[in-house]
């Protein structure tokens, strides 16, 4: 039998019905992703599978690392065919890494390669048959997007960003897959990096054409670039996070911070963490004015290897899980937005999957009774979005909150090859929900089970996030 194929991770005749019936057909909403949308609009093209592979992909680079190939071969000048062959040598002790599976479904749906699995045996057939698949029409960056038939994209943007191959996308009439931007202004918290921090201001200036002398300066910059992204379609937020600050303050102890911050002066540990409490409490505001959701990424301890980030700068592969409390702060930060009715939908993401009951206990302290599913448990995200990763997440949900309102996968990724990752979390889906049809723990309806895969598949999300033009399918 092919390694992939027709019934991958589906272990019983239920999860078979319920994929192929009423997942498979599904668009795609991959509503957080780190596309660069200049590749979307040019209709970005690749010379051979190491660029449209390997290139910018650190979760290859660290496995590649930790099986001895040197650093030339991950982000080096080695040759594209030698990177290649680098990986696949890795590949035979990839076995049971969550990128073994992601890397065959990859080669399956994008290059018909199914009747193999990579290894340094089978390299230079899959480099040859790759080779002669990106020369078809259809693999391009848009082509590629059409093929997953991805319905519509957010990718992730900086507030100074002018957005234009957004607007360009959008007039174009000829490609159906929208692609919106997700504001992401968390460098913005970081008032203690110093030169980066001011640096960050100072293209905050020009593209708003506003002096920010001020932390009131700063939040009116802001709000200015806010409603740009939001004319342009803009419907998330996203921080990235180590930990939620929730500290109590003075206006003038953030002014003061902000006079330091400007001056590049050294911010003391406490006005730090007030400054943030008073940033992300604004920005949030901001977001539940403009009816937006907000995606908190929580719990990252990144740049850890201070050698290789010295000479490959930061998102190159040396991030791990961090190990703060969450619980309290993140507490009395919901609770002040909620008292003043200025808590917008949101998407609580961990990267420490010991706190998924956590998250999951907390989101029905502050539901509404009037928006389903207001607060969301994330999905599994970076080293999470694996079988154990999103069966945990989903659990802790299942136990304690409505799975059945989750509003699903995302690829969280640079690659555009990456949407099998939807594929493989609804195979997922299927064999949990399928494994408990057997058993008895739910009821063998199709109707009521299949009409819950669908949902968390596409119509979750179709309704969840109020996007333009997308409607939930029956």
Request: glycine content about 6%; aromatic content about 12%.
């Amino acid at each position: 039998m092919k390694f992939i194929h027709d019934d991958f991770m589906l272990e019983t005749d239920e999860a078979v019905r319920l994929y192929h019936e009423y997942a498979k057909g599904m668009p795609i909403i991959d509503y957080h992703c780190h596309l660069q949308p200049e590749e979307v609009a040019e209709d970005k093209r690749w010379d051979n599978l190491t660029q449209v592979w390997l290139y910018g992909d650190h979760y290859k680079w660290r496995a590649m690392r930790s099986n001895g190939i040197d650093e030339k071969f991950c982000t080096g000048a080695a040759t594209d065919r030698d990177k290649f062959d680098m990986f696949a040598a890795t590949m035979p002790y990839l076995l049971r890494n969550p990128m073994y599976h992601w890397s065959h479904l990859e080669l399956a749906r994008y290059f018909g390669i199914d009747d193999l699995v990579l290894s340094p045996k089978t390299a230079d057939e899959v480099w040859e048959r790759s080779l002669e698949r990106l020369q078809d029409a259809g693999m391009s960056a848009r082509g590629l997007m059409l093929q997953s038939d991805v319905a519509l994209v957010c990718t992730t943007d900086d507030p100074t960003d002018s957005l234009e191959y957004h607007q360009a996308v959008a007039a174009d009439g000829t490609f159906a897959p929208q692609m919106l931007p997700t504001w992401r202004p968390d460098k913005f918290l970081a008032i203690d990096k110093g030169y980066l921090w001011t640096s960050w201001i100072e293209k905050l200036e020009e593209r708003s054409g506003m002096s920010v002398d001020s932390f009131i300066g700063l939040l009116a910059a802001l709000q200015k670039q806010h409603d740009f992204f939001n004319s342009v379609g803009c419907r998330l937020s996203d921080y990235g996070l180590e930990m939620v600050d929730a500290e109590p303050y003075k206006d003038s102890e953030i002014e003061k911070a902000f006079e330091l911050g400007i001056a590049m002066q050294k911010v003391p540990v406490d006005l730090v963490k007030k400054f943030r409490s008073a940033l992300l409490y604004e920005l949030i505001k901001m977001d539940a004015n403009s009816d937006w959701t907000v995606q908190i990424h929580y719990g990252a301890l990144r740049n850890n290897n201070s050698r290789m980030g010295a000479l490959l700068g930061p998102d190159t592969g040396f991030d791990s899980i961090g190990d703060w409390p969450i619980a309290e702060s993140l507490s009395r930060f919901m609770n002040r937005l909620d008292f003043e009715e200025k808590l917008p939908r949101t998407i609580l993401y961990t990267l420490n999957p010991r706190d998924n009951e956590v998250l999951s206990t907390m989101l029905g302290n502050f539901q509404d009774g009037r928006t389903v599913g207001k607060i969301q448990l994330g999905s599994g995200w970076w080293f999470n979005d694996q079988i154990d990763g999103m069966k945990r997440q989903m659990e802790a949900l299942s136990q304690m909150g409505l799975l059945s309102r989750f509003v699903g996968m995302l690829t969280d990724s640079r690659s555009f090859l990456s949407y099998t990752r939807h594929e493989y979390f609804r195979r997922l889906l299927c064999n949990i929900l399928g494994d408990d049809m057997v058993r008895g723990l739910i009821p063998h309806d199709y109707d009521l089970v299949g009409r819950m895969v669908s949902d968390i598949s596409y119509n979750n999300a179709a309704r969840y996030f109020g996007f333009n033009k997308i409607k939930e399918m029956k």
